[in-house]
């Protein structure tokens, strides 16, 4: 018997046609350098480019406008290291509502400022030590506020799905498209939409070695919890795949790759040097995989997303400059 899974590909394309003219058609890079230094024909999809400067704006924004009225008039709230809190933020300035974000006290603080700036109420937590979803929970109780989750919701995923959509129509077919992973939404909606329009290309996630709960979970056949990973990549720091995610995923991705915060450095270095993109960890995941050479498809067509930017001048310095990469490419 065949399970419904949560999303299928008409919502994908639903939420697509709601965005197009409001999130950005992130522009499809190409680098020769990186071409050489993989052995493949690579396209990146920059959506450390989009607004709020990152995917997450996708599905907040869908999620947000298909709230009733009344939902509205209350308000919303999301708990977030940084990206889907600045756009949660935004989205709900745009769309004419509030929104209170429950964000870790050590997130990055350009993070944490363009939130404020974007007109949102924050509270803090400790994520190492709080429950940031209990804590959600209980404001959203109290002040009657509407939840809008960084990846396990419905429209949320449809909503990140959308930069597929996007990729195939500026590139055509695919042999994989390569992935940040976190909680599993942008892959999950991703994966949607290639089994549907390109279900010969692979779905492929890549995700930190210290925060592997996807590719453990995968295996497994089930959701594994992990303690809170310490990684540079400070938004896939998660403790557990999504319900409705890994349901998607566990269906639809072939394979899940970790890679190092040395190889996300060197990938860093690479874009920024070699192809003028500020990416944050995170948003470096999947050229990451592919230069450290821990995912390897020679003579393919890959797709990447470089899923975010959101980083500061000064964070960004520091993390280059201990990077070797870095220190060869001045020298």
């Avoid at 940084?82 to 006290?105: K, S, Y």
Wanted: glycine letters at 10%; a neutral charge; hydrophobic letters at 45%.
């Amino acid at each position: 018997m065949s399970i419904q899974l949560p999303i299928t590909f008409d919502d994908v394309a639903r939420a697509a046609s709601g965005l197009a003219d409001v999130a950005h058609q992130t522009p499809v890079f190409t680098s020769r350098a990186l071409d050489e230094r993989t052995g493949a024909t690579v396209w990146c999809k920059c959506e450390n480019l989009q607004r709020a400067g990152s995917f997450k704006f996708r599905g907040a924004y869908n999620a947000i406008s298909r709230l009733t009225p009344g939902q509205r008039r209350n308000g919303v709230v999301a708990f977030s290291s940084g990206n889907h809190a600045q756009a949660v933020a935004l989205a709900a300035r745009m769309l004419d509502t509030t929104a209170l974000i429950v964000m870790p006290e050590d997130a990055p603080v350009a993070k944490r400022m363009a939130t404020l700036a974007y007109g949102a109420e924050i509270v803090t937590f400790d994520r190492y030590t709080d429950d940031r979803f209990a804590i959600t929970d209980a404001l959203a109780a109290d002040r009657g506020l509407t939840l809008i989750p960084p990846y396990d919701h419905p429209d949320v995923i449809a909503g990140q799905g959308s930069v597929a959509i996007e990729f195939l129509g500026r590139v055509g077919g695919l042999d994989a498209l390569v992935v940040p992973i976190g909680g599993g939404a942008q892959l999950a909606g991703c994966a949607t939409v290639l089994a549907s329009l390109s279900p010969e290309t692979r779905a492929i996630g890549v995700e930190t070695e210290a925060g592997d709960k996807n590719r453990r979970s995968l295996r497994a056949g089930t959701r594994i919890r992990i303690p809170v990973p310490r990684t540079i990549a400070d938004g896939v720091t998660g403790e557990v795949p999504g319900e409705l995610t890994f349901a998607i995923n566990s269906r639809h991705v072939d394979e899940v790759i970790t890679v190092t915060d040395a190889e996300i450095l060197d990938a860093m270095v690479f874009l920024f040097d070699r192809m003028k993109l500020v990416a944050e960890p995170t948003g470096a995941l999947a050229v990451a995989a592919l230069l450290s050479g821990r995912l390897r498809l020679p003579g393919r067509r890959v797709g990447v997303i470089i899923s975010g930017g959101n980083i500061d001048t000064g964070q960004f310095t520091r993390l280059l400059s201990s990077s070797p990469a870095h220190a060869e490419s001045v020298a």
